[in-house]
């Protein structure tokens, strides 16, 4: 993996720099606000049912196979008209690259064959050189780039530049799995592990920070133009332990990015669930834009946050099921109440449901585009 950035990234090469994301992202808004989603590859559009149906292999087996996994990525960007695709693939991928048993379940998500429950489990697994992801990686890297290649092809199309986010989960959220062995409802196990010993808790976060920010990177120096840290289970912290205990190895996997690329050339985008309460300490992370869920005006967000930085967000999934009006008044109160910010990029509260019809999505593209203050 290249040390820095070079002429070839697309932000250079492809002039995805001047993207209406990336713009955004910056802080510059542009005249037509920018629009993806979470999830917006994947399950919820049939031919990615097909596509799978037709391959034969598991979720994480086409997370790792780069013709499969660009395609995937470019359908919705085809299918929609969102302004930017994101990469196909899943949080735990990382750590699969490096030797960790998990697979995702149908019906339940990632379950783990050996739980991190103990400091003797912890000091095993963390044995492992979190750079193995890069060496490991290398079909990350070629998926990444081929889709890049994909986005210039479709930018030629479009008249304008289409650029490639790549993401990464959380150490929390990690720890969260790895510790349960699974999902959980409360996330008690890690939580509980958090204060019981919070030695060995301390070296699985600078761990898992090691290995997802790993993750991040190489798919930025592979031609991803943005990247988004994903943290599905913070809002079950109190703002006391989010700061002591994870905060800070959030903002290491953040720093592997920033490692990468000391010109702060490709902005960052940090995403909670249900944190709300967090959002001041979300954004002190050294991101560009913060996501915002569902349950929090953006507007009022912004003042949490106090600070003036680029939102993300945050039109309710459920809105993609109700009547038309009723989505498209929601979609605008989204877009008034971004205007708070020095610059808005629209998504949802959350990930794209698996029972969306993808007209649906497709017009809530539209009248984001043809939205004006």
């Not at 209406?20 to 990615?48: H, I, K, N």
């Not at 890690?190 to 808790?201: E, F, G, I, K, Q």
């Not at 993808?358 to 043809?370: F, I, M, N």
């Amino acid at each position: 993996m290249p040390t820095t950035l070079t002429s070839a990234h697309p932000l250079i090469a492809h002039r995805t720099a001047e993207s209406r994301l990336v713009r955004a992202l910056r802080g510059d808004r542009p005249a037509v606000t920018p629009v993806w989603f979470m999830r917006q590859a994947g399950r919820s559009l049939p031919e990615y049912r097909e596509l799978r149906a037709a391959g034969g292999g598991s979720m994480l087996d086409t997370c790792r196979d780069p013709a499969l996994a660009s395609e995937i990525t470019m359908q919705p960007v085809r299918r929609h008209g969102v302004d930017a695709a994101v990469f196909f693939s899943d949080i735990v991928i990382p750590l699969r690259l490096i030797g960790v048993e998990v697979d995702i379940v149908a019906g339940r998500g990632p379950v783990f064959a050996h739980p991190a429950r103990t400091s003797a489990d912890i000091a095993a697994l963390t044995r492992t050189d979190p750079d193995t992801v890069l060496s490991a990686g290398g079909a990350i890297a070629d998926g990444v780039a081929r889709t890049v290649e994909l986005l210039a092809e479709e930018s030629e199309h479009r008249g304008e530049p289409l650029p490639l986010i790549g993401f990464a989960g959380a150490p929390f959220t990690l720890a969260a799995y790895l510790i349960e062995g699974g999902p959980s409802k409360d996330h008690l196990a890690a939580r509980s592990l958090m204060h019981a010993d919070p030695v060995a808790w301390t070296a699985l976060l600078e761990w898992l920070a090691a290995v997802t920010g790993n993750f991040l990177a190489l798919q930025v120096a592979a031609g991803a133009s943005a990247g988004q840290l994903f943290d599905s289970w913070a809002g079950s912290l109190t703002p006391r332990d989010y700061r002591a205990h994870v905060l800070p190895h959030s903002r290491a996997a953040l720093s592997a990015v920033r490692a990468l690329d000391p010109a702060r050339t490709v902005p960052l985008i940090h995403f909670g669930v249900g944190t709300g309460e967090l959002l001041a300490d979300l954004a002190d992370v050294d991101a560009d834009a913060i996501g915002v869920d569902h349950r929090v005006d953006l507007d009022e967000a912004l003042r949490r946050i106090g600070r003036d930085v680029t939102v993300q967000g945050n039109l309710d999934p459920a809105m993609l099921f109700a009547p038309e009006e009723v989505r498209t008044a929601a979609i605008h109160r989204a877009l008034r109440s971004g205007l708070a910010a020095r610059a808005h990029v629209f998504n949802l509260g959350h990930g794209v449901p698996m029972q969306t019809d993808p007209d649906v999505l497709g017009a809530v593209v539209r009248t984001v585009h043809a939205w004006r203050p």
